[in-house]
């Protein structure tokens, strides 16, 4: 990836799950190509992350979509990351009204555009789906999704566009209501692990290091439409016994969850054939690592410095 060096990158959903990793993954790795991100609130981010105060990066003031910068000169890559919360009633609309603005944007700074979609477009799945899988989206997020990338297509510039699906990582908010949240943040007060959807539904979890690691792959030298996921399923009642393990195994689990489960795993053998991409470890030890991360810790009741800025985890 040293070939980042010296490429210049206005990125939105800077401050949220892909921005800090793609950030921290940067910074690990000692690479500083020129970034601009916005975000609601610079001032009181950068407090909170004084580490990713530094000359190369930028972070404007700014809210999408009905704001976007006055910049001169032109970019190499824009990087639109920026999304609502899944079940924001605003959702659909966000999607489509940012990736226009993005797509005129890297139209007049002549950059190639990274759009983070999801596998949400997919729809309702039963076994793992390719990307030539027909996209059928059944909620408000996965519709608004599908209709970007198609003004992605439509606008024919370059581009490329990630199918991102269950993601997990020392940035993800634990205080959102998703399954991995719900279990890491009971299992730090000692509290039961409560399963309210059935146990049989079906995720993977790829680490933000690959997400990260794979977009960069994908803006640098892909083009069309990426899944970016991991393949290794595991179910919610597995999911629940692992965090148990992680603590001890001392916790109760309570499952009152009923019903058959849904499924939701990409297909990621385009990615492994051109780029020759793998995820790093397994699911269990991702998950590992993110309770290590937040173990010395309380959970913190820390607000979100943008309201675009996490993607569904989709649990």
Known sequence: MKELSGKSIFMTGGT???????????????????IVTVCRDPESFLRRYPRFDRPEWRFLPSALP??????SGNFDYVIHAASTLS????????AVASAAKMIDFAAAHDAKSLFMSSGAVYGVMTSKVTE????????????????????????????????????????????REYATSNFI?????????????????????????????????????GSGVYNVGSEEAITIRELAELVNRFFGGGLKIIDRGAGPG????????????????????????????????????????????????????NL
């Open 16 to 34: 949220g799950f892909f921005g800090k990793s793609l950030l921290d993954w940067l910074l690990e790795r000692r690479l500083f190509p020129e």
């Open 66 to 71: 009905d704001a976007v910068p006055n910049l």
């Open 87 to 94: 079940y924001a009633p605003n959702v659909e609309e966000f």
């Open 132 to 175: 030539e899988a027909a996209p059928s989206p059944v909620s408000p997020y996965g519709r608004g999704k599908l209709r970007a990338e198609e003004l992605y297509r439509e606008s024919g510039l370059p581009a490329v566009t990630v199918r991102a699906f269950t993601l997990a990582g020392k940035h993800q908010d634990l205080n």
């Open 185 to 221: 943040k009971a299992a730090l007060k000692g509290e039961p692990l409560v399963i309210t959807g059935s146990g049989d539904t079906v995720r993977s979890y790829l680490s933000a290091d690959d997400w990260v690691e794979w977009s960069l792959e994908l803006m640098l030298h």
């Open 262 to 313: 849904s499924f939701y795993l990409p297909d990621t053998g385009k990615i492994r054939r051109d780029f020759g991409l793998s995820p790093c470890c397994s699911g269990g030890e991702i998950l590992k690592k993110v309770i290590d991360y937040h173990k010395p810790e309380s959970v913190k009741e820390t607000p979100c410095f943008s309201h675009y800025c996490y993607y569904a985890i």
